[in-house]
């Protein structure tokens, strides 16, 4: 199983910007549901063990990662996702399931994932220069990271501590009503535009 998110870790497609080193690419963008609900349960550990939260992504399931560079995202892109988005309704769904990638990423599985898996090749279909995972990984596998190690028995550790801490609060119930179209410019993971669904 294979799969994407906004951190930088092997399973995602954008390097992490850190603010003092902005000349290395042009600034990013995003297209991700932000999660609230399990910032609760998934932060403590996504400070400790997730880039992306330390350079400002909030617990998230990616929908597209890389998008497009931020001086190509003008208003007829950001009327065309408007349109996009406009067709599905908001999602209501859990994240009770903890799961793990082959190697190094450990996360939780929405359930139902399908209409997020929709929802990407939604946008894929409206801007097909802009592949799921930059054309990296061949399945889509909506997913919040919880966790990135390469080392394989830290990895074991963390996801026992992590699957522990979930006990009193999984499944978590949450919603998703808009998405988020995130750009890094500033050095950190910021929101640029959010549209709504349905």
């Not at 799969?3 to 600034?27: K, L």
């Not at 067709?87 to 994240?95: C, H, K, M, V």
């Not at 009193?168 to 993971?189: F, N």
Request: hydrophobic share 40%.
């Amino acid at each position: 199983m294979s799969g994407g998110c906004a951190a930088g870790c092997s399973h995602c497609t954008i390097p992490r910007r850190p603010a003092a080193f902005q000349g290395s690419r042009p600034p990013m963008t995003a297209l991700v549901i932000l999660v609230p609900e399990a910032d609760d349960l998934v932060k403590p550990f996504r400070d400790r063990y997730d880039p992306s939260a330390a350079n400002g992504m909030p617990a998230h399931i990616t929908l597209l990662s890389p998008f497009k560079p931020l001086d190509e995202v003008d208003e007829i892109v950001l009327r065309d996702l408007r349109q996009c988005f406009r067709r599905f309704a908001p999602i209501r769904f859990s994240l009770g399931s903890i799961r793990r990638f082959p190697t190094e990423v450990l996360y939780l599985a929405p359930d139902p994932d399908d209409p997020f898996r929709q929802l990407t090749l939604a946008i894929w279909e409206h801007f097909p220069k802009t592949p799921p995972y930059g054309g990296k990984w061949p399945d889509i596998v909506p997913h919040v990271s919880v966790a990135w190690l390469p080392d394989e028995q830290q990895l074991d550790g963390v996801t026992r501590d992590f699957t522990e801490a979930a006990r009193e609060t999984s499944p978590i119930q949450a919603i998703a009503a808009q998405v988020a179209l995130m750009d890094d410019s500033s050095g950190r993971w910021e929101i640029h535009a959010t549209f709504g669904l349905g």
